[in-house]
Structure formats: C-alpha cells, structure tokens
C-alpha cells in the first residue's frame, strides 16, 4: 500500500476483482458525506477498494445487511433511521455501542459473525483533543438534546470522566436517556441558559441551528457563560452555526460539527479497509469540497 501525503499526486482510485467493499446504508442516504470522504482516503492511500451509498428501506434492512456480507463486503456504515435496527442485528457489540444503544459501523467478520461499533461518541472526543480544547478534570458539560447523537456524545464524555448534563425541549426524552446512563443529570429545558455560568462545556446536539433544519437561525443567549466555556455544535451544515458565531463574538471557544464527522469515520475505515486514516487539513478540504 503506497502512503502519499499529497492528495493531487495521489494514485487515481484502482478498483479490481479484489477490491474491498464498503458503504453506508440509509433511508435516504443521497446527503450523506460518507462515500466523499471515505473515497478521498481511498485514493489518498492508493487502496485497492470502493465505499458506495446504499439506499436501502427500513423494511429491507436485515436483507440488505445479509446481502452485502453474501457478496463479500468488509462492512458498512449505518445512518438514519437504521442505527438501532444495526445494533439488533449485531451479533456482538462493542462497549462503545452497547453504552450508546446504537451502531453507526458493522463490521463483517470472516467467520460471518457481524461486530457492531459506535464512533459518533469517541468521535466527538477525538475531535475535541485534536483542536487541543482541553476540559479540567471532572469537568462538567452541558448537552442540548437527547436523542441518538446526544447519547452517544454523553457516553463518550463520561467514559472520560466529564459529569455530563442534557436538557431537551421534550423532557420525557432526557429523563429516559438519565435512566440509562447513569450519573446523567437532567436540567429543564427552560432553565437551563440562565444555570450556563457552572459548565466547562456546552454541546449542541440538536438539528437547532441546522441549514434546512427545524430553526436555522437557533441562537440562544451565552451571557451567563463563564470565559473558559468552550462551545461545540455538532452540526456542520453550515460550519460556523449562529451558536458558534455568538460564542466566537464573545470571545469563546469554538468546535464546529465537521471533526467530528471525519474522527468518527477513521475506525470504520481501519477496520475495512486496514489503514488508520488521518485527519488534516487535506482531508478536511475534501470533504468541505463535497458539502
Ligand atoms: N457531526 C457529526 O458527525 C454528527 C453525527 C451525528 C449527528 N449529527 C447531527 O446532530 C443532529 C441530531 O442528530 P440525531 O441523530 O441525534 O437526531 P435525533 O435523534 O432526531 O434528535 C434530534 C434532537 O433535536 C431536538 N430538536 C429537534 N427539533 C427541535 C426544536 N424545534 N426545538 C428544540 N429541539 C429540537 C430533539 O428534541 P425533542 O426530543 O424534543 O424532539 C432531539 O433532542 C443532526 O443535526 C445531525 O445532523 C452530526
């Protein structure tokens, strides 16, 4: 396997009798980055292989999955609305999953057993060292949202020691999510701008905020943040959310959605395709280039 720093000198993508196969499996899957970003590092690393989008309905999932093994696939990706169908199915799962109740990566083993992983949470992690934002120790997040990416991103928090906080517009939710996760505190929807001055950490993890989403323009007050709050949104479409812009307007530090999105892809593509992908500015590029 050639190694080739340069994504414009890089091999074109070679795909033989041999290739090893990968996708991601959605309903729809058309906006999905994942084909973007995993044939960028395809070609990057001169591997013989190819990651396609696999539309696929609810109703046919366990047939497409048992599909693609019988065709000898090395895995695939799992987004919405299959991530908890894929954890079913799974015949093993790894602690990261099982703490999520969800699986974004199936990996086909050679004995035919199917190894289900979640990286949406430890992604978000790796994406928050790798910008050097450092949280004290026993440090305290707030997460706005409960649903399948908040759970995912509270595990991972306080797999690494952060007491981590939801609130969510439906309480029921939060309060479900603190039953299985342990240690989680719940605060109210209403409350919980004025309480922001106790975090170390506030992580939107709602669709607030998102281009084409319930309310684009979500920007809600910071004023009783402390100046070390660090502010993180996991949406990525568009890069700098007005959350962000108003964390950056008043001197804050910022995380955008799109490390996250690239740290969470890097074990799937290991796994399939037997290289650790890395995450720089190259990569970053072409995968801004496709959104
Ligand atoms: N960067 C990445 O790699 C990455 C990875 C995964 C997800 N994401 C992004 O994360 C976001 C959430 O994804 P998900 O899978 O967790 O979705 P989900 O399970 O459907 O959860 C959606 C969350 O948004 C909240 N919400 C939706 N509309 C709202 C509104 N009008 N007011 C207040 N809250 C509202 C929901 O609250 P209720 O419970 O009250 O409805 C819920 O907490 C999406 O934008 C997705 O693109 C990014």
């Known amino acids: 396997m ?30 999905s980055r994942s084909p973007a970003l995993h044939n960028y590092w395809l070609r990057r690393y001169g591997i013989d292989g190819a990651y ?13 999955v048992r599909g693609l093994q019988a ?17 079913a199915l799974a015949d093993e799962l790894d602690p990261s999953a099982q703490r999520a109740g969800a699986v974004n990566t199936l990996v086909f083993e050679a004995d035919g057993r199917i190894r289900g992983l979640s990286t949406d949470g430890s992604g978000f992690v790796a994406s928050l060292e790798a910008s050097g934002l450092r949280l004290p120790a026993s440090g305290r997040a707030l997460l706005l949202g409960a649903g399948g990416a908040a759970r995912s ?3 991972a928090l306080q797999d690494g020691g952060v007491q981590v906080a939801v609130t969510n ?16 505190e ?16 506030l992580v939107n993890t709602t669709s607030l905020g998102m281009e084409g989403g319930p309310d684009p323009l979500f920007c809600p007050s910071l004023k009783a943040a402390s100046q070390a709050l660090v502010v993180a949104d ?33 074990l799937g593509f290991r796994e399939w395709f037997g290289q650790d992908p ?12 496709s959104l």
């Not at 396609?52 to 497409?64: G, I, K, M, N, T």
């Not at 950056?248 to 690239?262: E, N, P, S, V």
Request: glycine share 10%; charged share 20%; aromatic share 4%.
């Open 2 to 31: 050639t190694k080739t720093p340069d994504s414009d000198s890089a091999p074109l993508q070679i795909i033989t009798g041999k290739a090893r196969l990968a996708g991601v499996l959605g309903w729809p899957v058309s906006h």
């Open 71 to 87: 065709a000898g696939f090395r895995g695939a990706n799992v987004t919405i609305p299959h991530k908890e169908a894929a954890c």
């Open 186 to 201: 719940v605060v109210p929807w209403a409350e919980w701008e004025a309480g922001l001055g106790g975090y170390d950490l």
């Open 278 to 289: 890395v995450v720089d500015a190259q990569t970053e590029a072409a995968l801004t280039a």
């Open 234 to 266: 996991i949406v990525y479409v568009p890069r700098q959310t007005p959350l962000l812009a108003e964390a950056a307007q008043q001197g804050l530090k910022t995380l955008g959605g799109l490390g996250m999105l690239l740290h969470q892809a890097r």
């Open 169 to 184: 517009r439906t309480q029921e939710r939060a309060d479900t999510l603190a039953r299985l996760l342990p240690g989680l």
């Open 153 to 155: 991103v509270a595990a």
């Open 52 to 64: 396609v989008p696999l539309p696929v309905r609810p109703d046919q999932f366990e047939a497409a």
